[in-house]
């Protein structure tokens, strides 16, 4: 696949080379923010003095012969639920009006160190909790490639932003689906790690058990370059992987010459017919590199939503509960305490996030838990046996990213279980902590992308991303 605009890869290689300065590079994405975000509103905040200072810097570093890393003066946009040191990050929700972090998250001091330039901080359904990015408190982004339809969530401003031009590449959260689907409903590759491969120090936490950072690019190389520079173990992070990252790039034109793939059966059963006949293409572009391509099934995959949709309020209502009026962004005052905090919070919180806190509060109060996130916690477990039966078998396993492409903005807002729909094929992988990704793969019907997803056992990234760059590669 051509990128429509210059590659990480070669911006790098053009900045380090002293080709390009780092600061043409910037001053060409923000020209097209300046013609297209107004339409597309894929940013909070537009960072344009700070990524033309950074640039400047590193333009200053390669001057005197330094080099400035792997990232050299690539623009770079942030999912803000992503901590920005003395720069306001506020998941799109109220309640954080006027909270600015006072640190960074791991992975910007990550991208700071490999040279890249930050150029904004993207939009987001409210928490990371929706599926069209319809859910901001600060109205919705439109998707680039046709701007009556969404561009998918909760990602969607960094997915919007990679697929407008305005960075190569972008950062967003994943919990079940939110950067694949954004990724798949814009034509762009969007990758879930393995958790505990990327630190989530800094990342504002909706479900900890889930939240994965991942990398948004135009390319499977460029998206292979970013996870590399922002994985590894980070001290920060508990749940961080011990050990060194695999490297991926150096493996990325191995081929597939008899890896056994897997198409999961009750993954494509269901998906509107255009989006399964592109899988089906894709399955045959394997076969045809040399990959044995099977059918299998995996039974309780059926039943991730609806544990995903237990687990992860569960998880939200008690990491929101630090939302209080005291210690971040907004008040609203009361005539004592327990009533500022229900004003505070009453005021704050979006309709959905209010939905999410409410069921999850409920699946975990006394009476109800082991009914409810006890029986969730055992359904995860058979997902996981199931993977792991079915690894045992394939080295990799792919389906559809998303059931549809992209829908049109306001189809989906009145009915929460058809937004939630939406992630019905990228849950799994978040319950079993596994690496997925997703990669454009042909239009849909309506012309719109559409989107495969290849899965991966934990820390499988460096098989996934063969597969993914010989299925991008077999596209032309
Ligand atoms: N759309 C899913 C949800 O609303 C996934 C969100 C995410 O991955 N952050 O929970």
New binding site residues.
Partial sequence: MSAPFATAVGTAAAVRLGERTARQVVEEVLARVGVREGEIHAFNTVLAGDARAAADALDQRIARGEDPGPLAGVPVALKDNLCTRGVPTTCSSRILEGWKPPYDATVVERLAGAGAVVVGKTN??E?????STE?SAFGPTRNPLDTTRVPG???GGSAAAVAAGFAPLALG???????R?PAAFCGVVGVKPTYGAVSRYGLVA??SS??QIGPFAATVADAALLLEVIAGHDPMDSTSNPGPAAPISARLGDGVEGLRVGIVRELVKGVDADVEARVREAADALAGAGAKVDEVSLPTVVHGLAA??LI??AEASSNLARYDGVRYGLRVDGTDVAAMNAATRGAGFGA?VKR?IMLGTYALSAGYYDAYYGQAQRVRTLIIRDFDAAYEDFDVLVSPTAPTTAFTLGAKTSDPLA??M??VC??PS?LAGHPAMTLPYGTGDDGLPVGVQVMAPALGEPVMFRVAAVLEASRG
């Fill in positions: 987001l359904d928490f990371a909790m929706g599926s859910n969530g909760s990602s959260s994943d919990t079940g689906g939110s950067i689907q909706f479900a889930l939240d995903y949709y992860a309020p959905e999410r937004m939630y939406s992630d990228t849950i978040n």
